[in-house]
T-cell receptor, first 113, second 113 residues
Framework: GNSVTQMEGPVTLSEEAFLTINCTYT??????LFWYVQYPGEGLQLLLK?????DKGSNKGFEATYRKETTSFHLEKGSVQVSDSAVYFC????????????FGTGTKLQVIP | DAMVIQNPRYQVTQFGKPVTLSCSQT?????MYWYQQKSSQAPKLLFH???????NEADTPDNFQSRRPNTSFCFLDIRSPGLGDAAMYLC????????????FGSGTQLSVL
């Protein structure tokens, strides 16, 4: 079955630092890839997605590129803010039929002023 | 504005005492999901309803049941909670199968004493 591996956290950065959170996946076929974010006390919410190879998803200054050759979907942001402190989940869906979402374990990001 | 609402936010039960968690949605989505999330682990899908059609994951213990009396509400019943069932339980919805964006509630943190 599908699986997702994320870098372990927590990740602590100073404000305006560059962020990378690594995500690699194992899947058959052509899955769609996602990043979800969970702010303290809230539910998960979709941050960005990409549905085919070489697609770049972007939102709120975050970007991730679907790399089929390296089976990766790393999350990046050029300049993080304190308000970006949250847990970030990489996720994939299986291709075709009922699209079950498989999540990674999450990476906690803490941004300090 | 809350679209997927879970109550209560925190639930404490005793070992072996049945407990019910509730979820409601104002999105009129066809699909409702229940995920279990233990500390530092990925959210794990327990089951989902596609309209009234119940779909259990193969590895979900029999101790976990679900009911969906109407489009808006879905319940998670744990018949005889064990200490290992202590976790965050997340309810999510999607407009349809094959629609990858999930909308999550804030979760119910279950403690078993």
């Amino acid at each position: 079955g599908n699986s997702v591996t994320q870098m372990e956290g927590p990740v602590t950065l100073s404000e305006e630092a560059f962020l990378t959170i690594n995500c690699t996946y194992t899947a058959t076929g052509y899955p769609s890839l996602f990043w979800y974010v969970q702010y303290p006390g809230e539910g998960l919410q979709l941050l960005l997605k990409a549905t085919k190879a070489d697609d770049k998803g972007s939102n709120k200054g975050f970007e991730a590129t679907y790399r089929k050759e390296t089976t990766s979907f790393h999350l990046e942001k050029g300049s993080v803010q304190v308000s970006d402190s949250a847990v970030y989940f990489c996720a994939i869906t299986n291709s075709g039929g009922y699209q079950k979402v498989t999540f990674g374990t999450g990476t906690k990001l803490q941004v300090i002023p | 504005d809350a679209m997927v609402i879970q109550n209560p936010r925190y639930q404490v039960t005793q070992f072996g005492k049945p407990v019910t968690l509730s979820c409601s949605q104002t999105l009129n989505h066809n699909v409702m999901y229940w995920y279990q999330q233990k500390s530092s682990q990925a959210p794990k899908l327990l089951f989902h309803y596609y309209d009234k059609d119940f779909n259990n994951e193969a590895d979900t213990p029999d101790n976990f049941q679900s009911r969906r009396p109407n489009t808006s509400f879905c319940f998670l019943d744990i018949r005889s909670p064990g200490l290992g069932d202590a976790a965050m339980y997340l309810c999510a919805t999607s407009r349809d199968r094959g629609i990858e964006k999930l909308f999550f509630g804030s979760g119910t943190q279950l403690s078993v004493l």
